[in-house]
């Protein structure tokens, strides 16, 4: 008998005798006792954000994604132990690896972005310096800082663990605690993922709670500075987010609910190509995986009108070798994850069929007796257009509907019916037709999955949201947005608008700001290491001439013999030149040599340039020098970082000729 306990102000808190028995989806004998207990939910508000807030926040993001990375080592360590129980939710081993390995695998991906797209520090820089005032004494920038308060996360059955891990991967890497509250019939699972974070040691004292059970008046206790981040049904999420304490504080609410997704075969897609057999296996996959029981899955199969035959039996012989049995087993389904989901689908199936007509059901399937099991349910809807139950009802389980459609604007109407999704798929050879659908159709769906015989080797799934891209919907779906890499992070973030002068700036932002105060040391910044690199130290460099032996000589080297560098007349007719002049190459290769220090140092590579731009051209005879100061430094490893230097180059006169942001690798100790 598992006995999940919630953690709250840093205690483990056992079921209260009025606890929920929780029953097995395979069997219907009890397999848990989870909740009743009686949580002080002002003081869970309080320990997350006097406690758990602070400590988090004085740690950089790159701190803090170290800790994510290395508390997604810890579980994977273990993973095993929560394989060992994955079955009692009803699933396989195979839908348990999206939930486990999956969730895993999105920490460790977040914790990348952090390392790599964000700075070693406490403040996030958003976007583009603006330009305020002519002189550039006035400046604007947009930052992003950690909120104060607390992100709850309220998630749904289907994915005990990865639900849990992909929303605090960003919450975490933004430096905001959680307080997690998972479904009940599946709170077994992420309670055994969770004690592991816990006993991991890595994660700063109420930096994460969790709740076993309801949630009572925590809604009521939460501010301005909160976030609330649901996964669940529309009529769950509407009640939620109507609270009234949520309206009166402007409290962030994020949702990912109920979603109509569709797939899409291709106008040109006919039963000989790679891309029929594709989209075949692809549908199957959906319905049967979690045993339909996915956010993403696909419950509409839009196919033109002329394959709907050769569709819907393809289909169905697919699924018809579908074994169900046993998830601890060897079946390729398993059972949905409760006697009233159960119920649920088959109530929502049998409203799908008063408008549709039932191509595959039970009489195909050996089907348990047991409370959770169900067969595979293929519907067949005739009139797409004057259709409503499919394009409105979501049973969320094996269930799919095929809608023939006349055209490609149709089949994007159709796909739109769903008044907003997480997901459509397209399966098309011809990008004609893929543009056509993401034109008519983007702004309905949170994602457009496109793939054909030449993407499908590494194509990652319809169903499968990846924290490399955002995963949420608009209408329906829920008007939320999770995950896609920093973005994700942002959601637990505030961003403000910063205006003053370029030492300001630099102060807030730890960037160099063009304007701000430069310093000149004895020592080349180039023999200098990674920790001894200062912000702002500079480098003033001799001029050089540029002449025209130079000019020609490159141009001939290197092939480069365009008119405005070769031909005075030519060059003189055109509007951007006085006449002949220097190769912006040629320019950016003198710069070089005018601020490197070539002698072995700590500078290990040059990695590449950003934002190039050329201000002033540059005539034979003119004199140019470099401006090199260091700009930003991010630690890549623990033997070395990046430095990214600010290179101007001037003309003779004074006035900028060319800028650019040069990235370096230097090793952090001699």
């Excluded at 972005?113 to 403040?123: A, I, L, Q, S």
């Excluded at 996959?285 to 002329?306: F, H, L, N, W, Y």
């Excluded at 819907?312 to 169900?324: D, V």
């Excluded at 001894?532 to 000019?551: A, F, K, Y």
């Amino acid at each position: 008998m598992l006995t999940p306990n919630s953690f709250a102000n840093g205690q483990w808190i056992a079921p209260a005798a009025n606890a929920r028995p929780i029953l097995s989806p395979v069997t219907g004998e009890q397999i848990a006792t989870a909740g009743g207990s009686d949580l002080d939910f002002a003081q869970m508000v309080e320990f997350a954000t006097k406690k758990g807030g602070p400590s988090l926040r004085e740690m950089t993001f790159h701190q803090r994604a170290k800790m994510l990375k290395a508390l997604a080592l810890y579980l994977q360590d273990r993973k095993e132990e929560l394989y060992a129980i994955n079955h009692l939710t009803g699933a396989t081993r195979k839908d348990g690896g999206i939930d486990i390995d999956g969730g895993i695998i999105t920490m460790m991906v977040i914790a990348g972005k952090g390392r790599r797209e964000m700075p070693d520090g406490h403040v996030y820089v958003d976007g583009n310096l603006e330009q305020l005032s002519r002189q550039g004494t006035f400046l604007g920038q947009h930052i992003a800082v950690p909120l104060q308060g607390v992100a709850v996360h309220i998630n749904a059955f289907n994915f005990p663990v990865w639900g849990m891990l992909e929303k605090l991967a960003p919450t975490l890497l933004a430096g905001v605690p959680a307080i997690v509250k998972p479904a009940t019939q599946t709170c077994f699972l992420t309670e055994a993922c969770f004690r592991m974070m816990i006993e991991s040691g890595l994660l700063p004292d109420g930096a994460v709670q969790l709740i076993i059970g309801g949630t009572g008046d925590l809604l009521d206790r939460l501010g301005p500075q909160d976030v609330v981040s649901f996964t669940g049904s529309a009529d769950t999420a509407l009640m939620l987010r109507t609270n009234p304490n949520i309206l009166r504080n402007s409290v962030r609410f994020m949702s990912e609910q109920d979603s109509l997704n569709a797939s899409i075969l291709g106008a040109d897609v006919t039963p000989d190509t790679p891309e029929f057999d594709l989209f075949i296996k692809q549908a199957a996959s959906e319905m049967t995986v979690k045993s339909g029981q996915k956010c993403t899955a696909i419950r509409r199969i839009i196919v033109p009108d002329t394959q709907i035959d050769a569709v819907a039996e393809a289909l169905s012989e697919r699924l018809k070798k579908t074994t169900i049995g046993d998830p601890a087993g060897d079946a390729r389904m398993g059972s949905l994850v409760s006697a009233s989901q159960k119920r649920d689908v088959l109530e929502k199936a049998a409203m799908i069929a008063q408008e549709s007509q039932q191509v595959l059901g039970a009489e195909a399937f050996d089907v348990p007796d047991g409370p959770g099991f169900v067969s595979p349910m293929l519907f067949r809807c005739g009139d797409p257009d004057g259709a409503r139950n499919v394009h409105e009802i979501e049973a969320f389980g094996p269930v799919s509907t095929i809608l023939p459609y006349r055209d490609t604007a149709h089949a994007a109407r159709l796909a739109n019916r769903g008044e907003g999704s997480l997901v459509a798929s397209l399966v098309t050879h011809d990008p004609s037709i893929a543009r056509d659908v993401a034109v008519a159709s983007a702004a309905w769906h949170g994602r457009l999955y496109i793939v054909d015989r030449d993407s499908m080797g590494e194509a990652t799934g319809h169903g499968s949201p990846l924290p490399h891209m955002v995963h949420g919907g608009p209408g329906r779906a829920g008007g939320g947005e999770e995950l896609g890499g920093v973005r994700g992070v942002l959601h637990y973030m505030q961003r403000t608008a910063i205006q003053g002068g370029p030492d300001v700036l630099t102060a807030i932002t730890g960037q160099w700001v063009q304007g701000a105060k430069q310093t000149q040391g004895p020592v080349h910044p180039f023999q200098r290491t990674f920790r001894e690199i200062q912000i702002g130290e500079t480098i003033v460099t001799d001029p050089r001439e540029v002449t025209l032996d130079d000019i020609e000589h490159f141009a001939h080297f290197t092939g480069d013999t365009f008119y405005a560098h070769m031909d005075e007349e030519a060059a003189q007719a055109n509007p951007f030149f006085p006449g002949r002049v220097a190769h912006g190459y040629l320019l950016l290769s003198f710069a070089a040599g005018l601020f490197v220090q070539p002698d072995p140092g700590p500078v290990l590579a040059n990695t590449g340039l950003n934002s190039l731009s050329f201000q002033k051209p540059v005539s034979p005879g003119d004199k140019v020098h470099v401006h090199l100061t260091a700009k930003r430094k991010t630690q890549r490893t623990d033997t070395y970082g990046e430095v990214a230097w600010n290179v101007t180059l001037y003309h003779h006169a004074g006035e900028q000729v060319a800028e650019y942001e040069l990235l370096t690798m230097v090793a952090y100790e001699r």
